[in-house]
């Protein structure tokens, strides 16, 4: 498509590239030398990269020796070197020197170094921490056998996080645990990370400026758990309102964040406006164009948090107002990197799909990123063009050509499933970056499409015309599949085709540091199942468990007990009056649970050779959960089809075997500290400064996870269950208590003979739900219980087969 509008690609490698049409410059290689000439001096990062190294591996802070090289040594481009330390042949002397064109570079070397010479494997503390007992003492790291290893980045940039997951993941964060995820980015190569901590301090200037009041902004911020849904205009005030000291605590967090992220030579993309003002905007400027946007999800359009309110991007006021949050921005900051995100169309559809308007909209939106900041580069989020009908070509071509080349970068944000570049001709010459979604919510499901991950971005980079510059993992919440984000942030190095049969068969070396013949043959079980979906499918968790169905059991069309019935969706009968016409999504399936159960039968036999590794006890909590959960949606519809066979007893037996699995499961995630309630809501109430503070903070944190947002007492959330969690406290204390109430029902209805009272149900249900939300019960912070034991004992109990003490003797799918 390009080719007709006479776009020049020279391609270095892949990622510094310049792209002219006429006197048009490509302003990407512009910013990029802007970063480098203001990017952080090589001593201050070499003392970030040895301060991550401390924090890592104390004991061999002697042992490896970092230097800051240029390009030039680099062949032109960001890389790092890796080779012996000319004086390691003296005793005390460093061991290994690597070198990187930043300190990101550098630990990407260092942690390339742990990982293919040491058999080390670094993840997140939850998800089991680095494994590093396979690390040699100092004075005995392996040597490197050639002169050097160069590793080269064949493009430019790895970028980190969602719009989101600020809110799913990081919202209760304190430095101490920032301190630790910037380390993660930069061991993983990311130089790119979405910074978005602060933001609302920075608005409450700039409202206050256009004389908007402290009760005014109130009503227009949500609360701590909420906040990237009210900063995208989705809603306003829900779990509000923000106490002065979480605007003061944030705008101090981020400036630590920016801190560290600049000492290590990162790039962070900072926030812009996108159009969301409060609703006294309408009053203080009458003649402004603002309009109400429609109902995002509230049960009943409440006016406290329905129907956000946006500034036409063709109003002069929104250029004003953009201007004012960019320059407030660099004042606060005393720096900027030019980059900015801006998603004014994320869930929101515009009102016009007439291309000149949609492009009038673009340009403006990015003038008001101009006007504070010359050199400014927009980046866009592309979920809308995967999520929203609306985006047909003209329209898409509109939004993307109404900015300068060069001055706008699409985040591909589904590519690993959806990819948007190979049905648009690589974004009709817009540069994007490959980002992996992967994860909704933070859900809890060990799920990945790994062969994509491995193939999908050398796929879209060598591709005719390409405009991909950068990679990205790009997930709405973090902490869980840990073998996807290890493979995922490789990606950011790899020049050719990874060979995944022999990077999947080395893995549980390096995961669990030793080699075990059982785990290589359970990863490739894993491999080819719960880490092959190639359905195509969205993975929102939807398990019985976490999600259950809100329906009357009568409705509900039982499939054939075969892998293409259960992946179908649970079909809703229409009733005589025709009362019901919608459905209930099966739990996505895509994977034989009998190949899955096998995996653990190899996972068990292997637990007494790495009975001290906690990666391998993570794991295989996870995997035991994951096989539970499974056979617990089966349950769940042996209880369905007792109960149109007007089987009381069948029933009540299994209502029985499914409470008391949630309970057990509860009993096994306990035994981790990655799979518990408690820390999620100790470290909101760490943030508060008072009682009040407390209250608010819990209440958030727990209806995240519950029902989400509004709900009337017969009418449940439209997004309840959406950021479920397998955590032990959340089990036993809120699914299963709520499945029970469900089951009561369905048990005193077949005695009496009578009609399901869904309204009945559903009024207790959510009674439940608000109570919980507003409980004030503290839960374990810390893991109980031996999982080499409980596992073993609990796939005895239901797993096994024939001969198990529950009622369903099979599990086969």
Same mark, same amino acid.
């Given at each position: ?558 499939? +054939? ?47 007494? +050779? ?27 519809? +042996? ?175």
């Amino acid at each position: 498509m390009y080719s007709s509008f006479c776009f020049r690609f020279l391609l270095f490698y892949g990622f510094l590239f310049s792209l002219s049409c006429g006197t048009e410059t490509f302003h990407l290689s512009r910013i990029v030398e802007i970063h480098e000439r203001e990017r952080a001096s090589h001593s201050v990062q070499i003392t970030a990269a040895r301060g991550a190294l401390h924090r890592l591996l104390p004991e061999h802070s002697s042992s490896f020796e970092f230097e800051i090289v240029s390009k030039e040594q680099c062949g032109g481009k960001y890389c790092f070197i890796i080779s012996n330390h000319p004086s390691s042949s003296k005793q005390g002397a460093p061991e290994i020197m690597i070198g990187g064109v930043t300190a990101v570079e550098v630990l990407a070397g260092l942690h390339w170094y742990l990982k293919y010479w040491c058999h080390a494997h670094i993840s997140w503390e939850k998800t089991g921490g680095a494994q590093l007992s396979s690390v040699p003492k100092p004075g005995s790291l392996p040597r490197v056998q050639s002169r050097r290893v160069l590793i080269q980045r064949p493009v430019i940039w790895s970028y980190y996080q969602n719009a989101v997951t600020s809110s799913y993941s990081s919202a209760w964060w304190n430095w101490e645990r920032w301190e630790k995820e910037i380390d993660w980015m930069a061991l993983q190569g990311i130089n790119l990370p979405l910074a978005f901590n602060g933001q609302e301090s920075i608005w409450q200037k700039v409202f206050q400026k256009f004389n908007i009041s402290t009760s005014d902004l109130n009503a227009f911020f949500g609360g701590p758990a909420f906040l990237a849904w009210s900063s995208m205009g989705n809603l306003h005030g829900w779990g509000g309102p923000l106490p002065q000291s979480w605007f003061d605590y944030q705008l101090k967090l981020q400036k630590k964040i920016l801190s560290r992220m600049f000492e290590l030579g990162m790039t962070p993309v900072l926030p812009a406006f996108s159009g969301n003002v409060p609703a006294a905007l309408l009053s203080i400027f009458p003649s402004a164009k603002i309009a109400q946007l429609g109902n995002w999800f509230t049960v009943d359009g409440d006016p406290n948090w329905c129907c956000t309110y946006l500034l036409d991007a063709t109003d002069p006021l929104f250029i004003e107002i953009g201007k004012a949050f960019i320059e407030e921005q660099v004042r606060e900051y005393g720096w900027t990197t030019h980059l900015y995100n801006c998603d004014t169309f994320d869930e929101n559809t515009p009102p016009v799909d007439d291309p000149e308007y949609i492009s009038s909209l673009g340009a403006a939106i990015y003038m008001a990123m101009r006007s504070g900041d010359d050199d400014a580069i927009w980046f866009m989020q592309g979920w809308l063009f995967s999520y929203d009908p609306f985006w047909e070509p003209p329209q898409m071509q509109a939004l993307l050509h109404s900015v300068p080349i060069g001055r706008l970068v699409v985040l591909d944000l589904f590519a690993e499933v959806k990819p948007i570049w190979n049905s648009s001709e690589h974004f009709y010459g817009v540069p994007y970056i490959w980002c992996m979604l992967h994860n909704f919510a933070g859900n809890i499901e060990m799920y990945g499409i790994l062969d994509s991950v491995a193939t999908g971005p050398l796929e879209a980079l060598n591709s005719r015309n390409s405009t991909m510059v950068g990679v990205g993992m790009c997930m709405e919440g973090i902490e869980q599949n840990p073998v996807v984000y290890d493979l995922m942030s490789e990606m950011a190095f790899h020049v050719n085709k990874i060979d995944m049969k022999a990077w999947v068969n080395d893995y549980p070396r390096r995961r669990y540091g030793t080699f075990v013949p059982g785990m290589q043959d359970a990863w490739e079980i894993l491999y080819q199942t719960v880490y092959n979906c190639t359905d195509g499918s969205f993975d929102k968790n939807r398990d019985f468990i976490v999600a259950f169905p809100d329906v009357d059991p009568s409705s509900i069309l039982i499939p +054939k007990a075969s892998t293409s019935g259960m992946k179908k969706h649970i079909a809703m009968r229409t009733s005589q009056n025709n009362f019901m016409k919608e459905t209930l999504d099966w739990p996505h399936l895509w994977y034989s649970t009998s190949d899955v159960v096998r995996a653990l039968e190899l996972f068990l036999s292997s637990r007494t +050779k790495l009975a001290k590794s906690h990666t391998f006890r993570y794991d295989l909590v996870d995997l035991t959960r994951q096989a539970l959960a499974k056979y617990a949606n089966q349950v769940f519809l +042996k209880i369905i089809e007792f109960y149109q066979l007007d089987d009381i007893d069948g029933a009540a037996l299994y209502c029985q075997h499914f409470l008391e699995l949630v309970d057990d499961m509860d009993t096994l995630l306990a035994c981790h500290e990655g799979f518990l309630l408690g820390p999620w809501l100790e470290s909101a109430k760490n943030l508060a400064e008072d009682s009040d503070q407390e209250k608010q903070f819990e209440w958030n944190a727990r209806t995240q996870i519950t029902m989400w947002f509004d709900n009337t007492e017969v009418e449940a959330s439209l997004l309840r269950d959406y950021a479920n969690k397998y955590w032990s406290g959340l089990l036993r204390d809120y699914y299963g208590p709520r499945a029970a109430i469900y089951f009561k029902y369905l048990l005193q209805s077949m005695k009496k003979g009578e009609r399901f009272p869904l309204k009945d149900w559903r009024r207790e249900w959510i009674k439940l739900t608000n109570e919980w939300q507003s409980s004030r019960k503290r839960f374990q912070v810390k893991s109980s219980g031996d999982v080499l034991n409980i596992s073993q004992w609990l796939y005895d109990k239901y797993l096994k087969g024939p001969g198990t003490k529950g009622p369903v003797t099979s599990y086969v799918a």
